[in-house]
């Protein structure tokens, strides 16, 4: 077999690429610290590290999620906790303005502080946090809580807070179910100078709005819809914190399958972060005509304190401590929350430590074991250079320069 020089050559050239290469492409995993620069290096690692660097973006996403919600919530609990001192306030103050010793001009006095009080309650109930109305819903244009002096009623997004789910039955057994107005939704009873109950004035229509759908009315007769939820800007906003999103399908009866245009998120599996200003501070009437609602009765207090209507400053005082025990719960509610947030928050560092100690070991290179073949490689390379001036003989020309 004949070998030629520049055979001979050729391969010189190629064994000492190959070692320049391998030792360049070692000394780039010692700067980078990582085992492969490209998806073809190792296809299976680099499929395996893509799976986990998408896991680990989620849970920073989950993270963002929870740590923006119990900002939200903190707020939230904050401005409860003033209204519940200014609902102390308020009971405090019709209590001092029923005593007998009051003149009318002292409980006139007294009507505008209950006021003042319950626009205090309204003004906490509108607060903004991060550009959204905190208890306004999915409303985050207008002011959630509103008073109309003329008729001096509380609304919520639009719709007075004494609306609320009325079943109607007909005297045959059939029941409508619709929202709206009850026939006995008025200005709080008031009693002449000889205790005898006045015939109250009605404050809005005695009409019902909006019939409920089928699908409504199933969720109310199952105990899923109260009347709050058919207020404006009550539709849930669902966030993402880890558990895993999953949808509920109504099935097609010829079919068997899931009709995917009706599907709704599965309220366990994501957090619904609507905060319904009404749901917390109630809504509808009692049997008595009375609001149910906490900022509704100030104002009906301060109403009949002007007035000089004692009994029924009386009967709204109890009608107020009930409605303040009731957004003490939503404070509560706030609160355990709260842990079930930082729950998750504990969870995702957890999770983020596990990816991560797989990532590094699917990715990062053996840095004690690369500097040790690095120097392996560059004592080739050396070696291959020294002996090239033996697999290379000398040409003429070296002889003439």
Avoid: W
Avoid at 351 to 359: A, F, G, I, P, T
């Amino acid at each position: 077999m004949r070998v030629t020089q520049s055979g001979i050559k050729r391969q010189y050239l190629r064994n000492s690429n190959s070692a320049l290469e391998r030792m360049n492409s070692i000394n780039n995993r010692i700067l980078t610290e990582r085992k492969f620069m490209r998806a073809s290096d190792d296809s299976t690692a680099a499929a395996n590290a893509m799976i986990i660097r998408k896991s680990l973006s989620n849970l920073d996403m989950y993270e963002d999620n929870l740590e923006k919600v119990q900002a939200l919530y903190n707020s939230a609990e904050s401005h409860l906790s003033t209204l519940t001192s200014t609902v102390s306030k308020t009971i405090t103050q019709v209590i001092y303005g029923i005593n007998g010793d009051k003149s009318q001009t002292e409980r006139n006095i007294i009507a505008g502080e209950l006021e003042q009080y319950a626009e205090q309650m309204r003004t906490e109930l509108n607060e903004v946090y991060a550009d959204r109305r905190i208890f306004g819903g999915t409303n985050n244009n207008d002011v959630s809580f509103t008073f109309d002096e003329a008729t001096r009623q509380v609304s919520y997004n639009g719709v007075p807070v004494s609306a609320e789910i009325i079943e109607k039955d007909d005297g045959s057994g059939n029941i409508t179910y619709s929202f709206g107005f009850k026939d006995s939704v008025v200005s709080p009873i008031t009693y002449d100078d000889d205790g005898n109950a006045v015939t109250p004035t009605p404050k809005l229509p005695a009409e019902v709005s909006d019939t409920l759908t089928a699908d409504q009315i199933k969720d109310y007769q199952e105990g899923r819809l109260k009347s709050y939820d058919l207020y404006p800007g009550s539709q849930p906003i669902y966030v993402d914190v880890g558990i895993g999103i999953k949808y509920d399908f109504e099935t097609d009866a010829a079919t068997g399958e899931p009709k995917l245009d009706t599907a709704k998120v599965n309220p366990d599996t994501a957090m619904n972060i609507t905060l319904n200003g009404v749901d917390m501070t109630g809504c509808g009437t009692d049997k008595d005509g009375d609001s149910l609602n906490i900022i509704q009765l100030a104002y009906d207090a301060a109403e009949a304190m002007r007035n000089g209507d004692v009994k029924t400053c009386n009967r709204l005082i109890d009608k107020l401590h009930n409605a303040e025990e009731e957004v003490l719960i939503s404070i509560t509610e706030f609160g355990a929350k709260s842990e079930s947030i930082e729950f998750h928050l504990t969870k995702i560092d957890n999770d983020r430590y596990n990816l991560q100690v797989q990532q590094k070991d699917i990715e990062a290179a053996d840095l004690t074991k690369e500097i040790t073949d690095f120097k392996s490689a560059q004592a080739a390379y050396n070696a291959t250079l020294q002996m090239g001036s033996n697999v290379i003989p000398n040409s003429i020309f070296d002889f003439i320069r």
